[in-house]
């Protein structure tokens, strides 16, 4: 059943309304240019495919962190959080690693 058999109704905010080909993903296209501006300034063309999901994720890491107010205290939050958890044997480790 599709949501708008269920009374729902699809609003697009007029930021984001279609008007031409050039507007489908704004933002995905501005991403998509900051990312490849990213990896040519950082790793300076010496980008490897087999690397290209830990490329991507440092890249999303510093995105989503680039207003950040408070970048400071993130490490100790991850330090503190990792205070509460029980230590992970190199066995048990292995065992998960898939």
């Known amino acids: 059943m599709s949501i708008s058999e269920n009374g729902y109704k699809h609003v697009v905010p007029k930021k984001f309304e279609v008007v031409d080909e050039k507007n489908l993903l704004p933002h995905i296209h501005m ?9 040519l300034g950082t790793h ?16 999303v890491f510093r995105f989503n962190r680039r207003k950040s107010a408070n970048r400071g205290p993130l490490f100790y939050r991850l330090l503190e959080s ?4 029980p230590p992970t044997t190199q066995d048990e480790f292995l065992r998960h690693k898939g």
């Open 82 to 85: 990792a205070m509460h958890v």
């Open 44 to 59: 300076q063309g010496a980008v490897q495919e087999m690397h290209l999901q830990a490329y991507l994720d440092e890249y």
């Open 31 to 39: 991403i998509v240019s900051l990312l490849k501006r990213w990896l």
